[in-house]
């Protein structure tokens, strides 16, 4: 069955390391996302991307990079890790153009000590 | 500004209690709502999407409704499996912007 994949489930780190979330998706999906989820807060967007070398920025993006190489994986990464960035991070992904319903993964508990 | 505000932030019933989760939102054009369900360590999972005021969905227990300024998830017998927060999300027409809510805590006791 088709899927989406994030690694790793859990990553504890310090501040001003570099860190690479994994995101890797089965379905061929063309949009590919990462969302940060905070106690209080709803969902946020963090980066996007609508297709290969294509990437965007969302409302939370200070701090974060992702790059697309392949239809599969959009790996985020933090450049130089704050304690503000302790967060849950989804990937998500969806099929066509625009916005229609995203597929989740897991989820990465990221702790930034 | 966008914003979607949904309530009550947790609720309690009891198994075969009926009731409702609100998700109201200002947006300046509606593209779409969606629901989505989220269990405990898990990604959210996505349930409905709703495109103008008047329609309605169902699946199993579940059933979503859309006014202009609000939607309304009702829970129609609930069983203790449907224990979970409900995300309720809002896609801006003119910037295609999808803006979530904090969610709904529900939890069904036996």
């Known amino acids: 069955d088709a899927e989406i994949t994030q690694s790793p489930r859990h990553k504890i780190t310090e501040t001003g390391r570099q860190v690479t979330l994994a995101c890797h998706q089965t379905?061929?999906?063309?949009?590919m996302f990462w969302y940060r989820q905070d106690l209080g807060h709803g969902l946020r967007l963090i980066h996007y991307?609508?297709?290969?070398?294509?990437?965007n920025k969302g409302e939370v993006s200070d701090g974060y990079s992702v790059s697309r190489s392949n239809t599969e994986d959009l790996p985020l990464t933090l450049e130089s890790a704050a304690s503000s960035q302790t967060s849950v991070y989804f990937c998500?992904?969806?099929?066509?153009?625009?916005?229609?319903?995203?597929?989740f993964g897991s989820g990465t508990q990221l702790s930034v000590l | 500004e966008d914003q979607v505000t949904q309530s009550p932030e947790a609720l309690r019933l009891q198994e075969g209690e009926s009731s409702s989760l609100n998700c109201s939102y200002t947006?300046?054009?509606?593209?779409?709502l969606f629901w989505y369900r989220q269990d405990p360590g898990k990604g959210p999972e996505f349930l409905f999407t709703?495109?103008?005021a008047g329609e309605e969905k169902e699946k199993e227990r579940l059933k979503a409704t859309l006014t202009k300024k609000e939607s309304f998830l009702h829970i129609t017998a609930p069983k203790p499996e449907d224990s979970a927060t409900y995300l309720c999300?809002?896609?801006?027409?003119?910037?295609?912007?999808?803006?979530f809510g904090t969610g709904t805590r529900l939890q069904v006791f036996p």
């Open positions: 998500a992904s969806s099929p066509g153009q625009g916005i229609e319903k995203l597929f």
């Open positions: 379905w061929n999906h063309n949009n």
């Open positions: 991307s609508y297709g290969v070398q294509d990437t």
């Open positions: 947006v300046s054009g509606l593209r779409g």
């Open positions: 709703l495109y103008s």
């Open positions: 999300a809002v896609q801006d027409g003119n910037t295609d912007k999808l803006i």
